[in-house]
């Protein structure tokens, strides 16, 4: 019987289509060795024509916001005092990074390189003999503007921190929108003019099947049926509007009764209220008598 075919010469040829028994390599023999599965095929060689741009695989463990953000990083994580600075440990780390970023891009480097010109500037301050000023006091520490635009920066970062914390619309939460029936009142229909010219001419047309020949010279004040028609409207909710006219008192007083009815309606002291279109149309008071 022949032996077995190790896992280095199970590579050497092209496996048979579904080997069973003896002669089929085991799966753990194939992963111990593949480069990578496509599709669940093992992969033995790199193809020739796979192309990985050079920065794929790069990995940047810190994200800054700048050479300020940067510099505080640094104190921070060396737990510095930052109000006595050691510049030389600083500046260090700090070009030592700035060296990173330069082969990389040059023009994001700029500023930080500014920020390094200041820091060796400081530096170099610091290693001279210290002036007094022209009143004879000491002259200031070169590392104060420097603290000075630090703890503002920090004080922003912090605010920053603290607000992105805060509930957002759209972010935490959303806005919840309830739509709720109210119970109103029912709004009856406008009266139009026309309606009420058209229950004018219905009472006009009864009137006349109450006429009498008679001749009779009678001083109507339009003033004093105003006060009769809120007398009569007192106490009644509603009241149909044919049922104001008394077509016994002949037309004059229908006249009279009509317009005085019109002026309280013109004084908002008066409401011409209908349930639906071609209903009756009812009178009421405008106003709730004390």
Same mark, same amino acid.
């Given at each position: ?17 579904? +080997?069973?028994? @003896?002669?089929? $390599?085991?799966?753990? *023999?194939?992963? &111990?060795?593949?480069?990578?599965? #496509? =599709? ?12 990985? +741009?050079?920065? @794929?695989?790069? $990995?940047?463990?810190? *994200?800054?916001? &700048?050479?300020?953000?940067?510099? #505080? =990083? ?31 891009? #040059? ?184």
């Amino acid at each position: 019987m022949p032996a077995e075919p190790g896992p280095a010469e199970a590579l050497a040829v092209e496996l048979p289509p579904a +080997p069973t028994g @003896a002669d089929a $390599v085991s799966p753990q *023999a194939i992963d &111990g060795v593949v480069m990578a599965r #496509l =599709y669940g095929e093992p992969l033995f060689a790199m193809p020739n024509d796979l192309y990985i +741009p050079p920065d @794929a695989l790069e $990995v940047f463990l810190e *994200a800054f916001q &700048g050479p300020l953000d940067l510099l #505080l =990083y640094l104190i921070r994580k060396q737990n510095f005092n930052i109000l006595d600075i050691p510049m030389a440990d600083v500046t260090r780390q700090y070009l030592r990074y700035v060296d990173q970023i330069r082969k990389h891009n #040059l023009e994001l480097a700029a500023d930080y390189l500014l920020m390094a010109a200041m820091l060796i500037e400081i530096k170099s301050r610091m290693l001279l003999p210290p002036k007094k000023t022209d009143e004879g006091q000491e002259a200031e520490d070169p590392r104060a503007e420097l603290v000075r635009r630090l703890l503002e920066y920090e004080q922003m970062k912090l605010a920053a921190a603290r607000i992105d914390q805060m509930p957002v619309l759209g972010r935490d939460y959303l806005r919840a929108q309830v739509t709720i029936e109210q119970a109103i009142a029912p709004r009856f229909p406008d009266v139009e003019v026309a309606d009420i010219r058209d229950a004018w001419a219905d009472i006009m047309r009864r009137a006349k099947l109450h006429q009498h020949h008679r001749i009779t010279r009678e001083q109507l004040s339009v003033r004093e049926y105003m006060g009769m028609v809120l007398r009569r409207l007192q106490g009644e909710r509603f009241v149909e509007f044919r049922d104001m006219f008394d077509v016994t008192r002949g037309h004059s007083v229908m006249v009279v009764t009509f317009i005085a009815m019109l002026e309280l309606a013109r004084e908002r002291l008066l409401e011409l209220t209908q349930a639906e279109a071609f209903a009756p149309i009812y009178v009421r008071l405008a106003y709730q008598p004390s």
